[in-house]
């Protein structure tokens, strides 16, 4: 069995795209053989249980205490997720993390399965290459890792400025964690955050608490990268032709045709200007994949 963890955010459009990312991992997955957990990320709870059979909703763990700045909450609800999805059952092969302006296109499990048997695998997705060729920098993170164990943090919202102090165990365990990473991995290193695999041997070894990087200004996938290379697992691309990831930061790496045609399983970023406009992208996504499925 594995798992599939999906965070919504607040916009109302976000349910849309849930919606019809199930309905893409129904088509393409066995639901008897995976557990989805879906982390309602608004500041009201709302319904987004949906027809997927056995569906848990968790709530982003900070929205019970101060309303987090963005970041924040992306890592609680990440790290809390994670946990969830393995929470009171038999062992998880691996987890399948999706932004909701993600699209499935292919089964991709098999693919998923095969390459996380090694062991020494923690992270897969689009870590140092991309599926267009390119290569991924993470430098610009380099200067908010320095930054991450200061003693105080500053937070704005609504044009106002508050000064956090982060007490002394926070700041003394991203400073350990952060430079466990550093042995094993270049600073910032990570797989892009709209879709990523979590092997066991993550699972099993990370420290999944997400209280220490409250206001770091972190990303999920920065965190979850350094966790990573914390425990000395090793992260890799899989956007290689017949690899499922195709994914870019804004919009899509290459054309639903060439993506089609490379054999990727898992695509982002649909997000447009429209609900219209990305429901069209998906299924131009669909056809293209069938077409080239019938071809071969």
């Known amino acids: 069995m594995f798992g599939v963890l999906i965070p919504v ?9 849930l919606e019809a990312l199930l309905g893409e991992l129904e088509r393409h997955e066995n639901p008897q ?9 608004g500041p009201v709870p709302r319904r987004l249980s949906g027809s997927w059979p ?30 969830a999805v ?41 870590y140092d290459t991309t599926a267009d060729g390119g290569v991924r920098d993470w430098t610009m993170w380099t200067r908010t890792l320095a930054r991450a164990d200061r003693p105080f943090a500053l937070s704005r919202r609504r044009g106002r400025v508050r000064v956090w102090r982060r007490d002394r165990s926070q700041r003394a365990a991203v400073r350990r964690l952060r430079d466990a990473a550093y042995r094993s ?17 993550f699972l099993s070894s990370a420290e999944l608490d997400w209280c220490p990087w409250i206001r770091t200004r ?25 690899d499922p990831f195709a994914l870019s930061w804004r919009g899509l790496p290459l054309s639903a045709p060439e993506i089609a045609a490379r054999g990727h399983s898992i695509v982002h970023s649909v997000k447009r200007e429209s609900e219209a406009d990305e429901l069209a992208l998906r299924e131009a996504l669909q056809q293209n994949a069938r077409a080239v499925n019938a071809a071969s």
Do not use: Q
Not at 9 to 17: A, C, N, S
Not at 189 to 198: D, E, K, M, R, S
Not at 233 to 242: A, I
């Open 9 to 17: 955010g607040p916009d109302p459009r976000e349910v849309t795209r």
């Open 33 to 41: 053989e995976l557990r989805v957990v879906v982390v309602d990320d």
């Open 54 to 83: 056995g569906l848990e909703v968790i709530r982003t763990p900070l929205w019970s205490g101060v309303p987090p700045d963005t970041l924040s909450a992306h890592v609680a609800g990440t790290l809390a997720g994670l946990r």
């Open 86 to 126: 393995c929470d009171g059952v038999g062992e998880i092969e691996f987890v399948v993390k999706l932004d909701t302006d993600a699209a499935i296109i292919r089964p991709f499990s098999s693919a998923l399965r095969d390459a996380l048997r090694d062991p020494r695998l923690g992270v897969v997705g689009s």
């Open 185 to 201: 991995a270049p600073p910032g290193a990570h797989c892009l955050g709209g879709a990523y695999a979590v092997s066991s041997s």
């Open 218 to 242: 972190l990303g999920e996938d920065v965190v979850v990268g350094l966790l990573c290379s914390a425990v000395g697992l090793e992260m890799k691309s899989l956007t290689g032709p017949g």
